[in-house]
C-alpha cells in the first residue's frame, strides 16, 4: 500500500486576507478631521512641498519597484531600509538632492487595512536634513505618533 507521507491535500488553500508576498498598493496616510481638521495628508505634503522635482520622480520609481517586488523582496541598495530601535516595524525610503541634502520617506506596511484586497504600503511622513546630520528624536516621536494614528482607526484614513 502506498505511503500518504507525499500526498498533499486536495482541499483548497482559503486565504484570509493578503499577504506580505502579494504586490501592494501605495497609499497615503490622511489625517482624520479628529485629529487635524485640515485633514492633511503629511506624506504627500512634504513630496509636493518640501521635495524637489528630481527627488520626488527617484521616490516614485523606488516606491512602485518595492509595491511590485513585493517589499521584503526588494533589494534596493540603501533605497529602502528597514528600521530599528524605537523605529522597529518602520520603512525609510532615502534619496540625496541638491547640495547632498538627504530626504526620507517613513512608511508603514499594512496587512490588516479593512476593506482592502491588497496589502498597502503606506506613507505616513516625511523629513530632509542637511548633510552629516542626523534627525532628532523629536522628528522620529512625531513620525510615530502619525503612525500610531493611522493604525487607531480600521477602515484607515487614507488617501
Request: net charge positive; glycine share 8%; aromatic share 8%.
Amino acid at each position: 500500500m502506498p505511503s500518504r507521507k507525499g500526498r498533499r491535500s486536495s482541499l483548497p488553500q482559503v486565504r484570509k486576507g493578503p499577504s506580505s508576498d502579494d504586490a501592494h498598493a501605495i497609499v497615503f496616510f490622511r489625517r482624520h478631521p479628529d485629529d487635524d481638521p485640515n485633514e492633511a495628508t503629511p506624506g504627500r505634503e512634504f513630496l509636493r512641498k518640501v521635495c524637489p522635482a528630481g527627488v520626488r520622480a527617484k521616490f516614485n520609481a523606488v516606491l512602485n519597484a518595492v509595491a511590485a517586488a513585493p517589499p521584503k523582496r526588494f533589494a534596493g541598495g540603501g533605497a529602502w531600509e528597514a528600521m530599528h530601535g524605537d523605529m522597529t516595524g518602520w520603512f525609510e525610503v532615502r534619496k540625496d538632492g541638491p547640495g547632498r541634502r538627504h530626504y526620507r520617506l517613513f512608511c508603514l506596511l499594512d496587512y490588516d487595512a479593512e476593506g482592502q484586497d491588497k496589502p498597502l504600503l503606506v506613507i505616513i511622513d516625511g523629513r530632509d536634513k542637511p548633510f552629516r546630520t542626523e534627525l532628532s528624536s523629536a522628528d522620529y516621536a512625531a513620525v510615530r505618533a502619525l503612525g500610531e494614528e493611522y493604525r487607531r482607526r480600521n477602515p484607515r484614513s487614507l488617501d
